[in-house]
Nanobody, 126 residues
Framework: QVQLVESGGGLVQPGGSLRLSCAVS????????IGWFRQAPGKGREGLSC????????YYGDSVKGRFTISRDSAKNTVYLQMTSLKPEDTAVYYC???????????????????WGQGTQVTVSS
């Protein structure tokens, strides 16, 4: 079992920044990759970014490339999502997930992810 806890969400103005955290515990060796996803009201779950926990290799979806940065602190078993230049359309509940079956480069297909956090709300509004 892997447990994931997101934190760092809140209300920010357009153009502002937030850093989200995903704390990983339990059977951490099963968290071969960590991904960030979001879901806005009435929308499906959108994959944003992922990181291979061992190699540090990263992937970014087109909607966030150049604005968001994913990183990990292996000693703290924590993955971060630094978000800059935030837009109202970034408003959503943000989730992190763990892929336990990865053998290659990570992708942000939700069905691949076995474990999920509870989500943290991000609201971008003036």
């Amino acid at each position: 079992q892997v447990q994931l806890v997101e934190s760092g969400g809140g209300l920010v103005q357009p153009g502002g920044s937030l850093r989200l955290s995903c704390a990983v515990s339990g059977s951490t060796s099963e968290a071969r990759a960590i991904g960030w996803f979001r879901q806005a009201p009435g929308k499906g779950r959108e994959g944003l970014s992922c990181i291979n926990f061992s190699s540090g290799s990263t992937y970014y979806g087109d909607s966030v490339k150049g604005r968001f940065t994913i990183s990990r602190d292996s000693a703290k078993n924590t993955v971060y999502l630094q978000m800059t230049s935030l837009k109202p359309e970034d408003t959503a509940v943000y989730y992190c997930g763990a892929d336990r079956s990865l053998w290659g480069m990570c992708t942000v297909t939700p069905v691949r992810y076995t474990y999920w956090g509870q989500g943290t709300q991000v609201t971008v509004s003036s």
